[in-house]
Each structure stands twice: as structure tokens, then as C-alpha cells.
């Protein structure tokens, strides 16, 4: 599989897995999705705050890169989150939107990537202000991955909450071979 088929594959397991962990969390009271449970970001509607807050970072980040435009025009007029545990929203129903906004224009930007796209260095700044330039394939890659691990962490709280979420696993969405 090429990169950037990867990368779209990536995208695909992204929103059918923030779509199934917003379902799951929606069958629970809004006291239970903010109830400290011992996780980085606290709760389970924290954690989902953080994967919004960082998505949008990087996807801002993204957006300089010069493959990016114009798919992430819809981030790029989004505010600034202020901080890695900015809450935002403090409701799941507004904070799906945004998720949804986000998953749909990661979609179309990875749609829109060339193998030599990726192989082409970003220059970004951090939430401190300081300067990076990365391998563009590395820091999707990063940005992927993060996502993955913080929803992890999602699915075990939900567990905890007496939540299945059900099957995460990427395989599901991995096409047979031949």
C-alpha cells in the first residue's frame, strides 16, 4: 500500500471510530461524560475535547503545507484553541459537530495528498511558538497516531463507565486482498 493510500485509510478508520465513540458516549448522562475519572485530560468528554482542540492545531499547522489548500479552508477559519486542554464545547451534541466538521475535512485532504506531497518538509510552530520543520509524512503519521492513542483512552473510559464501544480494531476496514 502506498503512503498516501495508507494515509486515506487512516482517515477513513479516524471518522468511523469517532463516530462509533460518539454514539457510545451519547447513551450516557451528561454527569457521567464529565466525571473526573483519572484520565490526562479527566473525563471522557476532556479527552474527546482533546483530540478536537489538538486536530485543529495540526490541521492549521497543515494547512501551510502547500498540498493543503484549499481542503482546509474550514479549519484555517476556525478560531485558535488557546490551550492543549481548552474546553471548548462542554456538550457532546456541539462538540460532534465540530468532530464531524473536522473528520470530514481530514477526509478530503488526505483525498486531495500525492505520494510527493508527503516526502516535501513543514515548516509550523509549536503551542509554545517554537520552530519546526518536519517531514510532512512523519507528522501525519503523528497526527494519525495521536488520535488512535487518545481514543484508546476514550474506549477504556467508556468502559469504566459500563460503556461497550465495541470492535476498534483497524482491521475492520482493511479490504480483502485478490
Avoid at 109 to 117: G, I, M, Q, R, T
Avoid at 170 to 175: G, H, T
Wanted: glycine content about 6%; charged content about 20%.
Amino acid at each position: 500500500m502506498a503512503r498516501v493510500e495508507h494515509f486515506r485509510l487512516s482517515a477513513r478508520y479516524n471518522a468511523w471510530m469517532n463516530g462509533r465513540l460518539y454514539d457510545a458516549a451519547a447513551t450516557l448522562p451528561e454527569a457521567a461524560l464529565v466525571l473526573d475519572r483519572g484520565a490526562f485530560f479527566g473525563s471522557i468528554l476532556g479527552t474527546l475535547e482533546h483530540l478536537v482542540v489538538a486536530d485543529t492545531l495540526w490541521l492549521k499547522r497543515f494547512a501551510a503545507h502547500p498540498a493543503a489548500a484549499p481542503a482546509l479552508a474550514a479549519v484555517t477559519a476556525l478560531p485558535d484553541p488557546t490551550s492543549l486542554d481548552q474546553i471548548q464545547f462542554g456538550a457532546l451534541s456541539p462538540l460532534r459537530e465540530r468532530r464531524d466538521l473536522l473528520d470530514r475535512t481530514i477526509e478530503a485532504f488526505v483525498a486531495d495528498l500525492a505520494e510527493a506531497d508527503l516526502d516535501r518538509p513543514l515548516a509550523y510552530r509549536n503551542s509554545k511558538g517554537l520552530p519546526f520543520t518536519k517531514d510532512f509524512g512523519a507528522l501525519l503519521t503523528h497526527f494519525f497516531n495521536h488520535q488512535t492513542h487518545h481514543r484508546g483512552q476514550v474506549t477504556t473510559l467508556l468502559s469504566q463507565a459500563g460503556v461497550d464501544p465495541g470492535v476498534t480494531d483497524l482491521l475492520l476496514l482493511i479490504p480483502e486482498s485478490g
